[in-house]
């Protein structure tokens, strides 16, 4: 079976309002076993919903349309409906009559062109769920279906979920279970990923399930996503489970998290499990690598603090490296923390960072430090400057490094 | 002329991604008076892609794709727009050559496949902006024309602003001039705003240009948008000059900036203008101060520095408005600059914040502290200090205040 989502509002089209209601509807369809090939965004003009709507029927099995259900001029989706269906439109009195009580609840008068939204398409049936004033509609047209939303997210929302998937499935008779799961990765690019795991890529092709997916995400890095479309919830877990601990082993500790595991959630997490604290010298990323860290540890139990500074120019005689050593040695002591982690760029063309950790005694009384090529133009210089210190600090407190 | 965005990308239809892209470039294209009547997503397949290119260029003049110029196996726009012209490759050496260098500089081996980006169909021109590596393409076909601009956001408007928006210009002969201006506010509601400007916006709905609207932005506070209609670019200007004086005059200090200027930006240029150095102490706001200081002050000349540090538990029993006044005072003088700001939480329900500001001698020698409420959850409580705790140093250092 397969699905089709029109989107209609000029002020998508305008981008006045960011169109999330489609990839909602996408997400929920490929997780009912849905295909869904098409999202199309057209104006509150008839024609063109009238040509969309007629495509969509065309090439795919379900439509949903979202939006223009609402009570003013343009407004025109439930007319369009009815026109492509071919038939007239009958008041539905229960939903009128519900209109009425719902502007009466509120004290408000209410204009008569809102009884339009009582007006259902003759051979179309209502969606039960209204929890605004917008009721949905089920149309069925030929061997195909229609379902008409509204574009309240929160209404649409209710009537997908309690209303048209279970109609979909019904109609799909799918038995099958879709479920995925994202492996985040840093520090190869994705080229890089996909050489090496081209090999399983291959076996994937042939075999058919699970399969897997790139997703470059900037300073979040690399995304390698796994779908399993399996007969039940037990096996596709199973069908994830393997292929994420195959990839593992494929890619080692360029993983560092899974779905929606960040960089300094995986950090704050590693130091909670050693019951460790950290404090932070930055320079020119200036409190970024600090505010990333207390969003994940909000209440400063693990991550104690920060001092942000401006390299001293005194101190540019000293290679970066030497600077970072010692930054990382005097905010542990000043914050009496087990770690301390500097990030000290070198010099102000910022094409390089040293990145030093310092451990105290009780943990190895050990220094690190390395050096990390960044790209040069100044935003992503400094965040990619954080991931990259805070991945260095992660694979440093891993169990292996730890142990080896 | 009509336009219309395609944009490709499988995650798209499966909602991993919400495409803000098209909305972003429907707004452009709506700015530059050009008309856009459909958005269409399509996901990483040959057929579909070419389906939907053939139908944009058979009912529109222009058509923007978005996504699927990448490196790896499932970037296919380029071939499907090369078959749509009914064209070869030809492999482009300079851009194959910045491509090779942009690994050398980062240092990392350039897998095979990235050269794929440097092919370009031929008759198509690449788009000479390429922060990454993907470029942009420009195919004329027929009496039409189809861009390609890569899915990462900030690589797409580059190429859309850069090039794309100013060759459609080149192409409709647009005559009108449409250009907007953005007052930002902070400070007053939507509809304290919509108060006071309800009769300037009922005389504009009698003009009829410039009009007006809001825009609710969260953390960026309320911004107020004037777009103009003009004959050319001179009037343009001179009506949002006069309809820009007229609404400050109306709205006061409530009115941070203009367009792209942030608060920590406004700030910035307040203390470059007098020539004045800052120095940060921050709690649980945890570094996100500094952060957005120091990305308006990258080489942190006036923002000089800061101490992040959860509050000492034994300073709990006195007033967060005194521990702010003290914190603000320490930081100053411990960065030896002309202002230290301190945020402190009361305590850790975090509903209000206290904010100080120490002045040193020469300009003032004075403290003042306030206290902020502030939203419960967490995360906009940060930003919501952040931000608040900005205004107020704004505020003190306005013109008007320093006068006061």
């Not at 500074?309 to 930054?327: F, T, V």
């Not at 100044?378 to 210190?389: E, K, T």
Request: charged share 25%; glycine share 10%.
């Amino acid at each position: 079976m397969r699905g089709e989502v029109i989107s209609i509002g000029t002020e998508l089209l305008l981008g006045i309002i960011v169109d999330g209601n489609s990839a909602w509807i996408g997400e929920q369809l490929a997780l009912a076993g849905i295909d869904c090939f098409f999202h199309v965004k057209v104006g509150d003009n008839f024609q063109r919903i009238e040509g969309c709507i007629r495509q969509a029927l065309a090439r795919s099995d379900a439509v949903i349309c979202c939006g223009g259900l609402g009570p003013t001029q343009d407004d025109i989706t439930r007319d369009v409906i009815a026109h492509v269906m071919g038939v007239g439109m009958r008041r539905d009195a229960a939903i009128a009559a519900r209109i009425e009580r719902i502007f009466a609840s509120r004290g408000r008068v209410m204009p008569q062109n809102n009884l339009r939204q009582a007006d259902i398409p003759i051979g179309a049936s209502a969606i039960a769920e209204m929890p605004g004033t917008a009721p949905g509609l089920v149309c069925p047209i030929g061997n195909k279906v229609l379902y008409a939303v509204p574009g309240v997210p929160s209404e649409m929302r209710e009537m997908v979920a309690g209303t048209v998937l279970p109609d979909l499935r019904r109609r799909s008779g799918q038995a099958a279970v879709i479920r995925s799961r994202v492996l985040r990765t840093w520090g190869m690019s994705e080229s890089g990923l996909a050489e090496v795991l081209a090999g399983r890529v291959e076996e994937l092709d042939r075999l058919g399930n699970p399969t897997l997916a790139y997703q470059a995400s900037g300073i979040d890095g690399i995304k390698v996503r796994i779908v399993a479309k399996c007969a039940d919830e037990a096996r596709a877990r199973q069908v994830l489970d393997h292929e994420e601990s195959l990839l593992r082993r494929l890619l080692g500790d360029v993983v560092f998290g899974v779905d929606d595991q960040s960089m300094e959630h995986v950090v704050i997490a590693q130091l909670r499990a050693r019951n460790l604290t950290l404090a932070v010298a930055e320079g020119l990323t200036g409190g970024l690598l600090a505010a990333r860290m207390s969003a994940a540890d909000p209440q400063l139990i693990h991550f104690r603090g920060a001092r942000i500074a401006a390299e001293a120019p005194q101190a540019s005689d000293r290679p970066p490296s030497a600077q970072a050593r010692e930054a990382a040695a005097r905010v542990r002591e000043e914050f009496a923390t087990e770690i301390g982690l500097a990030a000290v760029s070198g010099g102000h063309t910022a094409g390089t960072t040293s990145a030093a950790i310092a451990l105290a005694a009780a943990i190895g009384d050990a220094h690190y430090v390395e050096t990390i090529m960044l790209p040069a133009d100044r935003p992503r210089f400094r965040d990619f400057a954080v991931i990259s210190v805070l991945d260095l600090l992660r694979k440093r407190l891993s169990p292996v490094a730890a142990s080896g």
